[in-house]
């Protein structure tokens, strides 16, 4: 099965995980739900539309920077008219003085993960079409979370899985001690008979946006010595464009 190398890297980013109405939190690392979105912009395609298709990729995450969960406190409809702030799930307004939704939003801060897909080839070859060139706007999680370097890295891979040991890593080269190993989540076994390290509820499940199932994940830390750790910003990318010309020669 084909692929495709992607990077997700950006200021803020936000994989939404079980959220308890006014406390909105985020998974370490991008959810299959919030990947298939993302694709699902790029190729146009409207809320509600039928992504079958996409649930036939799998993806192999590489930790490249875990980043740092901040949370953001917000206030909606604090100061308005009771008839301009937040309804309820009846559509009616809220008493006075309770106009006010207080919410907590966790996001990932200074976060970076290359991740291979894989899957039919018909189907990653109209997904890395599409992120070429996008119709609505790429986002990490939310739509506040934008991206500060470009998504597709590779389409057309061979095998992407394998080129995740060797592609720069995009995080500053340690000074001191050691070498710091790199984490990888899986979303099928990666050792025959392997027991899953945990759960993730990021299925879409039952028509409705906001139904979700759990699946396995797998978690591994791994030496990479063929992939250096290439430092940041314009630094990575000049190490990923020699690692290019080195692949294409």
């Known amino acids: 099965m084909s692929g495709l190398l992607l990077h997700l890297s950006g200021p803020v980013q936000s994989w939404g995980s079980e959220a308890e109405f006014e406390v909105r939190t985020t998974y370490r690392w991008p959810t299959r739900s919030a990947l298939a979105g993302l ?21 192999t995450i590489r930790v490249d920077r875990p980043g740092q969960r901040e949370m953001d406190f917000h206030t909606v409809g604090g100061g308005y008219p009771r008839h301009l702030t937040p ?16 919410t907590q939003r966790w996001y990932l801060t200074d976060a970076a993960f290359t991740v291979a897909v894989t ?33 597709l890295l590779f389409d ?42 945990g759960e993730v509820r990021d299925i879409p499940a039952g028509g409705t946006r906001s ?12 030496e990479l010595p063929g992939a250096p750790d290439s430092g940041l910003g314009t630094q990575w990318i000049n190490a990923l464009t020699a690692y290019r010309q080195e692949v294409t020669a």
């Not at 996008?134 to 939310?142: A, E, H, I, K, W």
């Not at 891979?157 to 001690?177: I, M, N």
């Not at 139904?211 to 791994?222: G, N």
């Open 39 to 59: 694709f699902a912009c790029a190729l146009g395609r409207p809320r509600g539309s039928d992504n079958r298709d996409l649930e036939e990729l799998r993806y």
């Open 211 to 222: 139904a979700f199932s759990r699946r396995p994940m797998w978690e591994r830390q791994r």
């Open 87 to 102: 309804p309820t799930a009846e559509g009616k307004f809220r008493k006075a003085g309770e106009g006010t939704i207080l």
């Open 156 to 197: 057309q891979v061979v095998d992407a899985v394998a080129d995740l040991d060797r592609l720069p890593v995009h995080r500053a080269t340690s000074r001191r001690g050691p070498r710091q190993a790199v984490t990888f989540i899986y979303d099928t076994a990666p050792e025959p008979g392997a027991l899953p390290d």
């Open 119 to 151: 899957g039919p080839a018909a189907v990653t070859e109209m997904v890395g079409k599409a992120l070429r060139r996008p119709v609505f706007s790429l986002y990490l999680g939310r739509r506040s979370c934008t991206p500060d370097t470009p998504i």
